[in-house]
């Protein structure tokens, strides 16, 4: 295999290929990426068995062949020829790269070794402006959890109703929110790893130029412009969103969504490396009081609001209340309570198709 292409352009292909290179493996293979060299062009695949990442660039192809090399090694030297014309070949040393009067190898691995990654589209697929799914993602995927209790909930659900509608929970927060179908003929639901997001949000762009997904058996697939990510999908069932958001609640409380998040910042610095992480809401009269307390000190600020049935003093991790108010996007939010030990939910105050409920902490102080 010999070919010549830019230097920046490779380290962008490998850079976002090895993102699916497995990090924690007994399989050196899984650690790698796939380079081709065929026709015009060099493709570049990582896998760690349930994200693959392909990425196809224009090259000046001498000698056609493949080989795998470890992608983090790879990314991280390329990285540091950016501004250079590129030689790569194979020899019996490894995979030699030749940049202005110098060389370096590195060790390769039989591309025979690599997995075979199906990717084929499916017939069943669904499309959607690029910024929309963008925004659906980034507003739902942060409540996904992170750790392997209960593996499904890495994933969001994701129900194709008149609407896509998307559902994020970790056993501590939930997410809700759903965003506009241009068209498709998906029925079933998915469940998709919250890792698989993140990567398609980062190819997508925030207009309202179309993409489709397509999805066959238990595989998800999506292509832009020479980037395509195929991922498995979870199975099993969902927690259904109905029996965990309540139907009515006592009290509602309308402030500026802003001001609440700077007090609830400045609360949160004193707590930063406590156990629960705990602020307090406190209502009274036209105001919210938020406190925090540590060894280090204490915080109490009130933020101006429209308070709507009974008093409340409730406790809830800071974290997992800013990443609620961080995603809304109105200058006015709402909270709802019913109990200091309910779930209680935050929205914008105008358009509800964004719903976060989070637990609240019991044994506050």
């Given at each position: 295999?010999?070919?010549?292409?830019?230097?920046?352009?490779l380290?962008?292909?490998?850079t976002?290929?090895?993102?699916a290179?497995?990090?924690?493996?007994?399989?050196?293979?899984?650690?790698?990426?796939k380079?081709?060299?065929?026709?015009?062009?060099?493709?570049?695949?990582?896998?760690?068995?349930?994200?693959s990442i392909?990425?196809?660039?224009?090259?000046?192809?001498?000698?056609?062949?493949?080989?795998?090399v470890?992608?983090?090694?790879?990314?991280?030297?390329?990285?540091?020829?950016?501004d250079?014309?590129i030689?790569?070949?194979?020899?019996?040393r490894?995979l030699?790269i030749?940049?202005r009067?110098?060389?370096?190898?590195?060790?390769?691995?039989?591309?025979?070794?690599?997995?075979?990654?199906?990717?084929?589209?499916?017939?069943?697929?669904?499309?959607?402006?690029?910024?929309?799914?963008?925004k659906?993602?980034?507003?739902?995927?942060?409540?996904?959890?992170?750790?392997?209790?209960?593996?499904?909930?890495?994933?969001?659900l994701?129900?194709f109703?008149?609407?896509?509608?998307?559902?994020?929970?970790?056993?501590?927060?939930?997410?809700?929110?759903?965003?506009?179908?241009?068209?498709?003929?998906?029925?079933?639901?998915i469940?998709?790893?919250?890792?698989?997001?993140?990567?398609?949000?980062?190819?997508?762009?925030?207009?309202?130029?179309?993409?489709?997904?397509?999805t066959r058996?238990?595989?998800?697939?999506?292509s832009?412009?020479?980037?395509?990510?195929?991922?498995?999908?979870?199975?099993?069932?969902?927690?259904?969103?109905?029996?965990?958001?309540?139907?009515?609640?006592?009290?509602?409380?309308?402030?500026?969504?802003?001001?609440?998040?700077?007090?609830?910042?400045?609360?949160?610095?004193?707590?930063r490396g406590?156990?629960n992480?705990?602020?307090?809401?406190?209502?009274?009269?036209?105001?919210?009081?938020?406190?925090?307390?540590?060894?280090?000190?204490?915080?109490?600020?009130?933020?101006g609001?429209?308070?709507?049935?009974?008093d409340?003093?409730?406790?809830?991790n800071?974290?997992y209340?800013?990443d609620?108010?961080?995603?809304?996007?109105?200058?006015?939010?709402?909270?709802?309570?019913?109990?200091?030990?309910?779930?209680f939910?935050l929205?914008?105050?105008?358009?509800?198709?964004?719903?976060?409920?989070?637990?609240?902490?019991?044994?506050?102080?």
């Amino acid at each position: 295999m010999k070919f010549v292409c830019d230097g920046l352009s490779l380290s962008e292909a490998v850079t976002k290929a090895s993102k699916a290179c497995a990090i924690r493996t007994t399989a050196p293979i899984m650690e790698c990426v796939k380079l081709t060299a065929k026709s015009d062009e060099v493709i570049l695949l990582a896998t760690d068995g349930e994200l693959s990442i392909r990425k196809a660039i224009k090259a000046e192809v001498f000698e056609e062949g493949e080989v795998c090399v470890t992608g983090k090694l790879l990314s991280d030297f390329l990285g540091k020829l950016s501004d250079e014309e590129i030689t790569i070949k194979t020899g019996e040393r490894g995979l030699e790269i030749c940049y202005r009067d110098a060389s370096s190898f590195l060790q390769t691995l039989p591309a025979e070794e690599f997995p075979e990654i199906d990717l084929e589209t499916g017939e069943n697929y669904f499309v959607m402006k690029q910024g929309a799914l963008k925004k659906l993602i980034g507003e739902t995927v942060f409540c996904c959890a992170q750790d392997d209790s209960r593996p499904i909930l890495k994933g969001c659900l994701f129900e194709f109703k008149e609407r896509l509608e998307a559902t994020a929970l970790d056993g501590y927060r939930l997410a809700l929110s759903s965003a506009e179908l241009v068209s498709g003929n998906e029925e079933r639901n998915i469940i998709c790893p919250a890792r698989t997001l993140t990567e398609i949000s980062r190819m997508l762009t925030d207009d309202d130029k179309e993409i489709t997904v397509y999805t066959r058996g238990g595989n998800l697939l999506v292509s832009i412009d020479g980037l395509t990510i195929v991922s498995r999908l979870y199975q099993g069932e969902f927690i259904r969103k109905e029996s965990v958001v309540p139907a009515s609640f006592l009290t509602e409380v309308t402030l500026p969504r802003l001001d609440l998040m700077s007090s609830v910042e400045r609360a949160a610095i004193l707590i930063r490396g406590d156990k629960n992480n705990l602020v307090t809401l406190e209502t009274t009269g036209d105001a919210v009081t938020v406190r925090s307390a540590s060894e280090m000190g204490n915080v109490s600020e009130s933020v101006g609001a429209n308070i709507l049935g009974k008093d409340i003093t409730i406790s809830m991790n800071a974290k997992y209340l800013l990443d609620g108010l961080r995603a809304l996007d109105e200058e006015e939010c709402v909270l709802s309570f019913n109990s200091p030990i309910s779930p209680f939910i935050l929205q914008n105050k105008e358009k509800k198709d964004t719903l976060y409920l989070i637990l609240p902490v019991r044994n506050a102080q």
